[in-house]
């Protein structure tokens, strides 16, 4: 009987012809491209799902919070009383945009000098003093929170942040760290309260049909505008409400062609919303 012994193996077998460190980058190539594609899909899932949320949860989310931090209990009746001239026209507005029912808007005051405005979470917006100083009439301090209540309306708040909370519970997971991952926190806040090019269209587009109703033309809704256009090289940082939107000469031009031809009389802001420099803030 013959002796068996076992056949000589290929050296060739299992060995990838390639360098093992064209390998290393292909592998990790393809995991990235799988992060990325899967980051996508939740990122922009939850910012479809999200406005599916009832507004009573969203608003529960934020509640008093916004109210507690820019008016104390002690606040002084200059404050109280442009805070009221300010919810009482966003209840106007939100008349004529046929906001639904159920959704409750809560107007704030901040003392913060930068020409700014901005819609969170819960139907919260929040007015700085700054924007209130660089405007001369109700129109154009009504196209600004038009404006805002738009995204409210149309659960962009609650959009922006279901994405950013996606994102960091995904990289939280991948990641191994319960604080939703040190490497992606600046994105995902970025992500909280960011809205896209088309949100902040579709905002302008409502806004300007809210002001030819509540009006009966749109005439100044171009004012805020025009002062971030001639003064945008003095402002510190551009205001946020500007951001993610057409260039500030695109929008005054879409805004214009809606005016009256006939001359229109501006009506003036209200005297609690004027002369705020003495008045005491938290």
Known sequence: MSEYSNPDVPHEVNVSEKTPLHDFLRLSLGAFLMIGA???????????????IPFRY????????LKSLFRS???????????????????????AMALSGDIRLYVHLSADAQPNAFATLGGNIVVNRG????????????????HEIAHIKNRDPIAAMGGGIALSVL??????????GSLFSFSAATAQSSFSRDQESAADKEAIAALRKYYGYTNGADEFFLYILQNSSAL???????????????RIKEIQATFSPDSQTLKP???????LENCRFN
Do not use: W
């Open 131 to 146: 924007l209130l100083k660089r405007i001369g009439s109700e129109n154009a301090l009504a196209m600004v929170l038009a």
């Open 38 to 52: 899967l980051a996508s899909f939740v990122f922009f899932a939850a910012r479809y799902f999200a406005p599916m």
């Open 236 to 250: 510190v940082n551009t205001p946020a409400f500007l951001s993610s939107h057409p260039a500030t000469l695109s």
């Open 269 to 275: 802001l209200s005297e609690s919303l004027q002369n």
């Open 58 to 65: 969203e608003e529960a989310l934020n509640a008093n919070a």
């Open 73 to 95: 209990e002690f606040a002084p009746p200059c404050l109280i009383k442009a805070e009221d001239a300010l919810q009482n026209l966003a209840d106007e507005l939100a008349r």
């Open 171 to 180: 990289f939280s997971a991948l990641i191994g760290d319960s604080d939703g």
